[in-house]
């Protein structure tokens, strides 16, 4: 049973920075492919950003691209998205999602809150 729970969300100003994080437990961590996933409010969700199972690839969408960063540390288990000059319509519930490569089968998180005021 795979387990992806988030965390580090909160308030922050336009212009401001917040590194939200990412664990999965419970299957070796370096199976999966794992992507940051987003939902503003009243908005269907939508990616956000993706980093393979050994780290060698990652993507953005082009609303992010140049201000978040995903990187992973197999150590401890853990996806980070450092989000940085965060603008009001980055304001949503961002959710991870674990997938594993050789079936596609994923797991989603629970989500944790961002929000920027302006």
């Known amino acids: 049973q795979v387990q992806v729970d988030e965390s580090g969300g909160g308030l922050v100003q336009a212009g401001g920075s917040l590194r939200i994080s990412c664990v999965v437990s419970?299957?070796?961590?370096?199976?999966?492919?794992i992507a940051w996933y987003r939902q503003p409010p009243g908005k269907e969700r939508e990616w956000v950003a993706a980093i393979s199972w050994n780290g060698r690839w990652t993507q953005y969408a082009d609303s992010v691209k140049g201000r978040f960063t995903i990187s992973r540390d197999d150590a401890e288990k853990t996806v980070y998205l450092q989000m940085n000059s965060l603008k009001p319509e980055d304001t949503a519930v961002y959710y991870c999602?674990?997938?594993?490569?050789?079936?596609?089968?994923?797991?989603w998180g629970q989500g944790t809150q961002v929000t920027v005021s302006s």
């Open positions: 999602n674990a997938q594993r490569p050789s079936d596609s089968q994923d797991w």
């Open positions: 419970g299957r070796p961590f370096f199976n999966y492919d």
